[in-house]
């Protein structure tokens, strides 16, 4: 039997599985997700061959629940930076700010290929099931806004669609410095002039563990 991390065995599948959710993230920035095998990412956990079953049956399920174990994160911490926050200007700022630290995982394979797409068919669909919440903060920013004045009226099932064609677009270098720093500057006025808000208003500071 193997040995047990932490105090019981549900720590000890949290701890095994964030292993082996840091070990993927690892080897896909080396090689890409198709170069890397489930035995390569159990060795590199220090997860045994075998064992390694008992928490997924295949890659595929590994990096759909890497994924989405991410996508969770990142939805709780912009639910706390948001707590407070009543201007729905300085909302939607926050929200593409935290948008670029969330596609840094999403494009961790090498060529810059958006790990979503490496899914299958069925896998997406899961994962479109999880991006649900996601789309529901920005839906209620945009409501928001359009209710106050703050942004023009304009018809959410387009304007949602086309915020986050915005925001996944690989214009924001991945690296932290000047460049990635005017890049999400860049965006945020550009996503702000689109949905008809003044970009130049309301530029409060964004807390360090949403700015990126």
């Given at each position: 039997?193997?040995?047990?991390?932490?105090?019981?065995?549900?720590e000890?599948?949290?701890?095994?599985?964030?292993?082996?959710f840091?070990?993927?993230a690892?080897?896909m920035?080396e090689?890409?997700?198709?170069?890397?095998t489930?035995?390569?990412?159990?060795?590199?956990a220090?997860?045994?061959?075998?064992?390694?079953?008992?928490?997924?049956?295949?890659?595929?399920?590994?990096l759909?629940?890497?994924?989405t174990?991410?996508?969770?994160?990142?939805?709780?911490?912009?639910?706390?930076?948001?707590?407070?926050?009543?201007?729905?200007?300085?909302?939607?700022?926050?929200y593409?700010r935290?948008?670029?630290?969330l596609?840094r995982?999403?494009?961790?394979?090498?060529?810059?290929?958006?790990?979503?797409?490496?899914l299958?068919?069925?896998?997406?669909?899961?994962l479109?099931?999880?991006?649900v919440?996601?789309?529901?903060i920005l839906?209620g920013?945009?409501?928001?806004?359009?209710?106050?004045?703050?942004?023009?009226?304009?018809p959410l099932?387009?304007?949602?669609?086309?915020?986050?064609?915005?925001?996944?677009?690989?214009?924001?270098?991945?690296e932290d410095?000047?460049?990635?720093?005017?890049?999400?500057?860049?965006?945020?006025?550009?996503?702000?002039?689109?949905?008809g808000?003044?970009?130049?208003?309301?530029?409060?500071?964004?807390?360090?563990?949403v700015?990126?």
């Amino acid at each position: 039997m193997p040995k047990i991390i932490g105090g019981s065995l549900s720590e000890h599948r949290e701890q095994t599985r964030n292993k082996l959710f840091a070990a993927l993230a690892t080897l896909m920035s080396e090689r890409g997700f198709d170069a890397v095998t489930l035995a390569e990412i159990a060795g590199a956990a220090g997860v045994g061959r075998t064992a390694v079953y008992n928490h997924v049956p295949d890659k595929e399920t590994l990096l759909l629940e890497f994924i989405t174990h991410e996508t969770d994160q990142w939805v709780g911490a912009l639910q706390r930076a948001l707590e407070g926050v009543d201007d729905p200007v300085l909302q939607l700022r926050t929200y593409i700010r935290q948008q670029a630290e969330l596609k840094r995982v999403f494009h961790l394979a090498p060529g810059g290929s958006e790990l979503r797409t490496l899914l299958s068919p069925d896998m997406q669909r899961r994962l479109r099931e999880h991006a649900v919440p996601v789309e529901a903060i920005l839906r209620g920013i945009l409501t928001a806004g359009m209710e106050s004045g703050a942004f023009a009226p304009q018809p959410l099932e387009t304007t949602v669609p086309l915020v986050h064609a915005c925001l996944s677009s690989r214009s924001v270098p991945e690296e932290d410095g000047p460049g990635r720093t005017a890049a999400i500057a860049a965006t945020e006025a550009f996503v702000l002039r689109a949905v008809g808000a003044d970009p130049t208003t309301t530029v409060v500071p964004v807390p360090d563990d949403v700015a990126g």
